[in-house]
């Protein structure tokens, strides 16, 4: 607590009400604003722009400073000298392992490094084609049904169990989705391999092949995971928080979270981003994308710029850029017709006065589109893979929720319909 204080006091008479403020390690403080309706109103704040709706100690952004810590960690340093699977364990239990519980950790994973035989069954009804976040969102709901027995919210045994069959199984899913979409058919897990090179090679290999994934791409994936891994209360992590304030099977809140991540203006953006290149076509069209983007008139939006939180430069995005490079070095690739309009594209709205002005800066999705192309992923994929990596952040709120006091979510409204009225007789 901290000793500030606000009060809130109705104009013309003497009603007011002591607001204490809660402290926080950094960032804002928050303004506790639990007595409020005892003014006979509520607080009004449609998009949460701002509104804290939980307490966490997992994460903290500055936006505009551009900071992005996990535990206290800066994402660069953790992009540089940590990889996904200790990231993982870094989130969830607070503290990054020691080697041996780093070891452990690992061998947990693989422990858990396989899907029912139900699974191909279930994908198996899907026709080939369909989106793989359709997929996806399906088949992580339909294993509520696989593990409804170990899924006692309350006890914190399952909930663990539960965070490392996630971890493990999430990559064997989306490798699975890319592979039916594709009309191909699957390549098990191989447990001698990494974490992102299983991955890769379920993506792109042949069944009972060894695998020739190249080390560049390894670390490239690895790094899309360990970058996508947590970002605060965001849309598709405060919808697990609230699916999860009920009380409800947690592949079923992951499955929300999958659906929430879906849209353009969360993690849908990277492939909104290969799309709009696309789109664009030759060099010569982007004034007039750009032109569209600044008009008020026209729905259209420069994917892959802008956010919420970031209003300076969003740091997994510098990241992303500096491995961009160097996968597109190792690919042969930096010619490439797409990615020329995508780096003129940076550059023309890095200067643009609209996009200096209001702080709309490249963000993760803009770099991690342009990679996982290069890679050969197609775009219908790339929330999906957004998805894999963010299944650890979204599991680790849950996880943090329900391991503290919490109270179902339920917030109020502003109501605009109409006042009572009769039934005609
Ligand atoms: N292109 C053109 N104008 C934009 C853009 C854009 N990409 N983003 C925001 N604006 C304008 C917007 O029109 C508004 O202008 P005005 O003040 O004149 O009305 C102003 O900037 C503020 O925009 P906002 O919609 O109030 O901002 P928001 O915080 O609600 O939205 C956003 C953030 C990320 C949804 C938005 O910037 C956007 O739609 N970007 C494109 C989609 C995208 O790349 N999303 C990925 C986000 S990063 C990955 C993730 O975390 O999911």
Same mark, same amino acid.
Request: aromatic share 0%; proline share 6%.
């Given at each position: 607590m901290s000793n500030k204080k606000f009060h809130l006091s109705e104009e013309g008479t003497d009603t007011s009400i002591e607001l204490p403020v809660l402290s926080s390690t950094l960032g804002q403080d928050v303004i506790d604003?639990?007595?409020?309706?005892?003014? @006979?109103c509520f607080t009004f704040d449609p998009g949460f722009g701002a509104t804290a709706s939980c307490e966490s100690a997992i994460t903290f952004i500055d936006g505009d400073k551009g900071v992005l810590l996990h535990r206290g960690y800066p994402i660069e340093q953790l992009a540089a000298n940590s990889d996904f699977l200790e990231t993982c364990y870094l989130l969830i239990n607070g503290e990054l392992p020691s080697d041996s519980e780093k070891e452990a950790f690992e061998q947990t994973i693989k422990s858990h490094n396989n899907v029912e035989s139900a699974v191909e069954q279930f994908m198996s009804g899907f026709s080939q084609g369909s989106h793989p976040m359709a997929m996806l969102c399906a088949v992580v709901a339909a294993m509520s049904a696989t593990y409804n027995d170990t899924t006692d919210v309350s006890n914190a045994d399952d909930r663990m169990l539960t965070v490392n069959r996630l971890i493990a199984k999430m990559p064997i899913l989306a490798a699975m989705c890319h592979r039916h979409f594709s009309g191909l058919p699957y390549v098990s897990t191989n447990n001698d391999l990494s974490y992102a090179e299983n991955f890769l090679n379920m993506m792109f290999g042949t069944p009972g092949a060894k695998s020739t994934v190249s080390p560049v791409l390894t670390k490239a994936m690895d790094l899309i995971f360990l970058l996508h891994a947590d970002h605060e209360q965001n849309a598709s992590t405060s919808t697990v928080r609230l699916s999860g304030s009920s009380g409800a099977n947690p592949y079923a809140c992951i499955a929300s979270g999958i659906a929430a991540l879906w849209g353009p203006a969360h993690g849908g953006a990277n492939q909104a981003v290969l799309e709009m290149l696309e789109e664009i @076509? !030759?060099?010569?069209?982007i004034d007039e994308f750009i032109l569209r983007a600044k !008009?008020?008139? !026209? @729905?259209f939006r420069l994917m892959g710029f802008g956010h919420r939180v970031y209003k300076n430069f969003d740091p997994r995005a510098k990241v992303m850029k500096e491995s961009c490079d160097e996968v597109l070095a190792e690919l042969g690739l930096e010619h490439d017709p797409l990615l020329k309009i995508a780096k003129r594209l940076e550059q023309i709205a890095l200067e643009d006065e609209y996009f200096v002005e209001k702080k709309l800066y490249p963000n993760v999705d803009f770099y991690s589109g342009i990679i996982m192309k290069a890679i050969g992923i197609s775009p219908e994929m790339f929330t999906v893979i957004f998805a894999t990596g963010r299944t650890v952040g979204w599991i680790s709120h849950w996880n943090e929720m329900l391991s503290n006091p919490y109270r179902i979510g339920r917030p109020r409204q502003r109501y605009t319909g109409y006042a009572q009225r009769d039934y005609p007789a």
């Open positions: 604003i639990a007595r409020v309706p005892e003014t @006979g @076509g !030759d060099e010569k069209h !008009d008020k008139e !026209d @729905g």
